[in-house]
């Protein structure tokens, strides 16, 4: 999967330039039927040496993929959302505010689509735009943070293939990532931080190689049941 640099940009140059960003002709899928960005379509294997592994670059997070396991590991005060009151359908960002923590859910400046979501869970617009969980700085820091993630089709269904994730810090840096085998809507990714403050994740769905005969390579991030906190 591509790797992207990390940025920590301002609030208001963020959230402008993920509200505000106007589409283009020419036209990776989208599923809401507007003009794609005319971008590169991202390459269709996951990176070839972290596939099914996790890269934790010398840093202090740790990667779960038990949900209790990284519970267990969380400070009291979490919060959990469940994206109950999620309605399918082409959306604006996000905003969640609760218990100290302020998170936004959109896709990542220079990006053109913004969110697609199913009932109760959330997803992408266009199908090379990865899904980005982003939190102020100004706010209390996030030292774990995790969800379900996994790859769904054009109609929202969950489908085969991988999903990536990368974990960037407060200062900058690629704290982690996971690239999962995650058809599965039950699958659980969790990074949680020791030392640096988690400033955001981008969640990638990969297009997957040689489909079958009469179906699509598309894959797009889904994400339902966020929880955010601190570390014990």
Not at 92 to 114: A, E, I, M, R
């Amino acid at each position: 999967m591509t790797r992207r640099s990390a940025f920590l940009p301002s609030n208001a140059a963020l959230l402008a330039l993920a509200i505000a960003a106007v589409p283009a002709f020419g036209a990776p899928t989208t599923r809401s039927g507007a003009a794609g960005s005319g971008s590169a379509t991202r390459a269709a294997t996951a990176d070839p040496v972290f596939a099914d592994a996790f890269d934790h670059r010398g840093s202090s997070v740790t990667v779960y993929t038990d949900r209790a396991a990284f519970l267990a590991a969380l400070a009291p005060g979490r919060i959990e959302l469940a994206f109950d009151e999620v309605m399918p359908g082409h959306s604006p960002p996000l905003h969640y505010l609760d218990q100290g923590f302020s998170l936004w859910l959109f896709t990542p400046p220079g990006t053109h689509h913004g969110l697609y979501n199913g009932p109760g869970f959330v997803s992408t617009d266009q199908v090379d735009e990865p899904l980005m969980v982003w939190t102020t700085l100004e706010d209390r820091p996030i030292g774990a943070i995790g969800g379900q993630v996994w790859p769904s089709d054009f109609s929202l269904r969950p489908t085969d293939g991988r999903i990536g994730v990368d974990v960037i810090l407060q200062d900058g840096t690629l704290g982690a990532t996971a690239i999962l085998d995650a058809a599965d809507p039950d699958s659980f990714v969790g990074f949680v931080s020791h030392g640096e403050p988690i400033a955001y994740l981008l969640i990638e769905a990969p297009d997957i190689v040689d489909p079958p005969a009469g179906t699509t390579p598309d894959r797009w991030p889904t994400l339902d049941n966020l929880v955010v906190g601190g570390v014990q």
